[in-house]
């Protein structure tokens, strides 16, 4: 069992920033990837990016603004978001995808609050 637990969604004017973080816990497992998706009202839930073994893949609509990185000591991954506009305003959601004793396992986290607005 893995416990995903998101902290760092807020209100923010257009242009600012926010930190989010994703943390992970429980035994016995590795982590395969970690990624952010968000859902805005009325609109399906999307990705925004994936960070895996390294390697790290954004959608084109935050490219050069926001930025995944993961404390593997941690077993953390963020999502720093900068020069926000009102458009990023959704729920933002952890996933992470594990490994634990030959099995794969896919866990989401609760969702935080990111609203854009002036």
């Known amino acids: 069992q893995v416990q995903l637990v998101e902290s760092g969604g807020g209100l923010v004017q257009p242009g600012g920033s926010l930190r989010l973080s994703c943390a992970a816990s429980g035994s016995g497992f590795s982590i395969n990837a970690m990624a952010w998706y968000r859902q805005a009202p009325g609109k399906e839930r999307e990705l925004v990016a994936i960070?895996?073994?390294?390697?790290?893949m954004y959608a084109d609509s935050v490219k050069d603004r926001f930025t995944i990185s993961a404390d593997n000591t941690k077993n953390t991954v963020y999502l720093q978001m900068n020069s926000l506009k009102p458009e990023d305003t959704a729920v933002y959601y952890c996933?992470?995808?594990?490994?634990?004793?030959?099995?794969?396992?896919?866990?989401w986290g609760q969702g935080t609050q990111v609203t854009v607005s002036s």
């Open positions: 996933k992470g995808d594990f490994s634990s004793w030959g099995r794969r396992l896919i866990y």
């Open positions: 960070t895996s073994e390294g390697s790290t």
